[in-house]
């Protein structure tokens, strides 16, 4: 009797989302955890990434906090997930024109500039809990002009990593 393949199977969509579900589980951030995955035109992992401190800035000191005087903030501070993962690559730029970014958050106004500059076509995000801030109109202002497509990845089922202590 010949067997027949799973069909729960994850998608593409749903791998590649997972994956940056993953990588945001490495960021410091106690407010909001960001990862981000750049993936070709054929379904190959190009990149990934995670919003953090810069390299060298100690994350026991970097300023995390949300609310207080601008430069006691991590806002003027922290690399977004998108940034870190283009820069992450190290590759041929080349290789990144059609590519697609998957990432937790619809991408802020300066991160859309660098999925734009860097040749990337598409981006799949998970939440836009930003959708109606001025930053976010302005990415997919930006989007819309560059000819860049952006959806909501729509999840059927579940995802849970499950990590194990071997």
């Given amino acids: ?88 690559y190290r590759g041929n730029k080349k290789d990144l024109e059609n590519a697609k970014i998957y990432v937790d958050l619809f991408p802020c106004n300066e991160c859309a500039k660098l999925i734009i500059q860097s040749g990337i076509k598409e981006v799949i995000y998970l939440n836009d809990k930003y959708a109606n801030s001025e930053n976010n109109i302005a990415s997919r202002t930006l989007f819309d002009k560059c000819h860049i497509n952006y959806h909501k990845i729509q999840i059927d089922k579940e995802i849970t990593l499950k990590i194990k202590n071997n």
């Fill in 1 to 88: 009797m010949k067997s027949k393949k799973r069909t729960d199977y994850l998608t593409w969509d749903e791998y590649f989302i997972a994956i940056t579900e993953l990588s945001a589980l490495r960021s410091k951030d106690p407010s909001t955890r960001v990862g981000a995955c750049i993936v070709s035109d054929d379904n190959r992992i190009l990149s990934i990434g995670y919003n953090g401190a810069p390299n060298g800035f100690n994350d026991d000191d970097f300023p995390w906090n949300r609310e207080g005087e601008n430069l006691n903030t991590k806002y003027p501070y922290v690399c977004h997930a998108e940034l870190n993962t283009i820069l992450n």
